[in-house]
């Protein structure tokens, strides 16, 4: 795809798990192809920015040889997988789903009647645990319930999405094909197909998805009350149409990595036993500002560890990491806490990365973190859009620039592009303005 700063690359990870020597290697491959900077995308995916024209066929070829790129562009795009990111390392966890998530990317990669699916359609595979993916939102998800069997929903979160009952973990590459192929015939009877799942399901129903599933993988005698999900909320949510009943336990990990008092996931033990006592880290999480790192930041990390798992959180987790990975990190401008205020910024590219973009979007975001500093605890995101399209964001966020002309607009509580009472403002203006409505709003003023 081209982009502001070149060709941007997609590398698909099957089920987010990335050994050490690969990430070296797609390091590598970044810097020679491209311009050394690497995006974390909220899909899960590694994206290699400003790949050179004449590059892009020899850095293809490598990624393909690796595995993280399919034979052809249509069964690469239906390749839309996410994995519990901490799946295999986590004793919380009630499935080790990596084996099939993995099985579901190949079925995916393979089944040629999927390919008329839309560009953004998706599909999660969630064992439960501090790596859930409760929260993220997506077509198909799959979610264990215990440690052979999954609940199946479609078109939301966890709390959101319709279920449709239980497959065992066998049937999950089936069940994912018969429903895709559902899917493409129901939305092809109304006169004005949805694109995504959810609203199929909205104007439908699930009740035609279940006759076709019947008809080719039967599920499992639906859910009952005591089916529980791992969850790490504390929330007891239930699903509207089965009254299955979500359990909650623990904390998530992007809440509390770099927290030094349990609950501590980088402190958990390796294997299910064991104590914490003397033991080395499991992983170790490291977030990057926008989810954008160096090629070289990259390389780095993959020398202090055994294996790379890719987050939806624009976060990377470091598998058994060595006693200098933090360190490591750090000097390449990891954030380590959940406390540091940069993981409240969110900025699209901006200038630079995007032709429609006119400033400097995450400089003016880590300018406004510098310059608010405590002003931004109680806040949740700091939204710098580099245009109305808000690419990175297109909901309310607390603070919302959105630039135009080189100036930016700036609004509390707002999209991008709302009407704002603070207009054409340079960078800096807008960076201060930020400050004095912070400011304002914490005194009451
Ligand atoms: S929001 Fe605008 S400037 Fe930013 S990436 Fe999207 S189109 Fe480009």
């Given at each position: 795809?081209q982009?502001?700063?070149?060709l941007?690359?997609r ?5 987010g798990?990335l050994p050490?020597?690969h990430?070296?290697r797609?390091?590598?491959l ?10 974390l995308?909220q899909?899960?995916?590694l994206?290699l920015r400003?790949?050179?024209p004449?590059?892009?066929e020899a ?5 393909r ?6 034979g052809?562009?249509e069964?690469?795009a239906?390749?839309?997988v ?7 390392l986590?004793?919380?966890a009630l499935?080790?789903v990596?084996?099939?998530a993995r ?5 995916l ?15 999660l595979?969630c064992?439960?645990?501090?790596g ?5 939102s997506?077509?198909?998800?799959f979610?264990a319930v ?5 609940r199946v929903?479609?078109g939301?979160?966890l709390a959101t999405?319709?279920p449709l009952?239980l ?5 999950v590459?089936?069940?994912a094909s018969?429903l ?10 109304l006169p004005e197909?949805?694109r995504?799942?959810a609203g199929l399901?909205?104007g439908?129903?699930t ?5 076709r599933l019947?008809a ?5 005698p ?8 791992a969850?790490?909320?504390q929330?007891?949510l ?7 009943r979500?359990?909650v336990?623990?904390?998530h990990?992007?809440d509390?990595?770099g ?6 996931p980088n402190?958990?033990p390796?294997g ?9 880290p499991?992983?170790?999480t ?7 790192l160096?090629a070289?930041?990259l390389a780095?990390?993959?020398s202090t560890?055994?294996?790379i798992?890719?987050t ?5 987790i470091l598998v058994?990491?060595s006693?200098?990975?933090?360190t490591?990190?750090s ?8 406390t540091?205020r940069?993981?409240?910024l969110?900025a ?5 990365g ?10 003016t ?5 510098e310059?608010?500093g405590p002003l931004?605890?109680?806040v949740r995101?700091?939204?710098v859009?580099g245009?109305?399209k808000?690419c990175?964001?297109?909901?309310i966020?607390?603070v919302t620039l959105t630039?135009?002309d ?11 592009g709302?009407d704002s009472?603070?207009?054409?403002l340079?960078p800096?203006d807008?960076?201060?303005r930020?400050a004095?409505?912070l400011?304002e ?5």
């Amino acid at each position: 795809m081209q982009v502001g700063d070149g060709l941007l690359l997609r590398v698909r990870v099957p089920a987010g798990v990335l050994p050490a020597d690969h990430a070296r290697r797609i390091a590598e491959l970044g810097d020679r192809y491209g311009n050394g900077s690497i995006d974390l995308s909220q899909r899960g995916n590694l994206q290699l920015r400003g790949i050179a024209p004449d590059g892009l066929e020899a850095v293809t070829e490598a990624l393909r040889a690796m595995g993280y790129v399919s034979g052809d562009a249509e069964s690469e795009a239906v390749r839309n997988v996410l994995c519990s990111p901490t799946a295999g390392l986590d004793p919380a966890a009630l499935m080790d789903v990596r084996a099939v998530a993995r099985t579901l990317d190949a079925r995916l990669a393979e089944d040629t009647a999927l390919r008329r699916l839309p560009p953004k359609f998706g599909w999660l595979v969630c064992g439960g645990g501090i790596g859930h993916l409760a929260d993220s939102s997506t077509d198909v998800r799959f979610d264990a319930v215990d440690g052979e069997r999954f609940r199946v929903a479609l078109g939301g979160t966890l709390a959101t999405a319709v279920p449709l009952g239980l497959c065992r973990a066998d049937d999950v590459a089936d069940v994912a094909s018969a429903l895709g192929r559902a899917f493409l015939e129901l939305r092809a009877e109304l006169p004005e197909p949805p694109r995504r799942m959810a609203g199929l399901v909205a104007g439908i129903g699930t009740e035609p998805f279940v006759t076709r599933l019947i008809a080719s993988v039967p599920l499992l005698p639906p859910a009952h009350a005591q089916t529980s999900f791992a969850l790490t909320r504390q929330a007891d949510l239930r699903s509207a149409e089965s009254g299955e009943r979500i359990k909650v336990r623990g904390t998530h990990v992007m809440d509390v990595f770099g927290v030094a008092d349990p609950p501590h996931p980088n402190l958990l033990p390796r294997g299910e036993k064991g104590s914490r006592g003397g033991e080395a880290p499991a992983f170790l999480t490291t977030a990057f500002p926008f989810g954008r790192l160096t090629a070289t930041a990259l390389a780095a990390l993959a020398s202090t560890c055994t294996e790379i798992r890719i987050t939806p959180w624009r976060a990377l987790i470091l598998v058994a990491p060595s006693a200098n990975a933090a360190t490591v990190a750090s000097s390449h401008g990891a954030i380590l806490s959940h406390t540091d205020r940069r993981l409240k910024l969110t900025a699209c590219s901006g200038m630079g990365g995007c032709d429609v973009g006119t400033t400097d979007t995450h400089a003016t975001a880590l300018a406004i973190a510098e310059r608010a500093g405590p002003l931004l605890d109680p806040v949740r995101m700091v939204h710098v859009s580099g245009c109305a399209k808000g690419c990175a964001h297109s909901a309310i966020a607390d603070v919302t620039l959105t630039a135009r002309d080189g100036l930016y607009d700036v609004a509390l509580n707002a999209r991008p592009g709302d009407d704002s009472p603070h207009t054409g403002l340079s960078p800096a203006d807008a960076v201060a303005r930020v400050a004095d409505l912070l400011t304002e709003e914490s005194t009451g003023a």
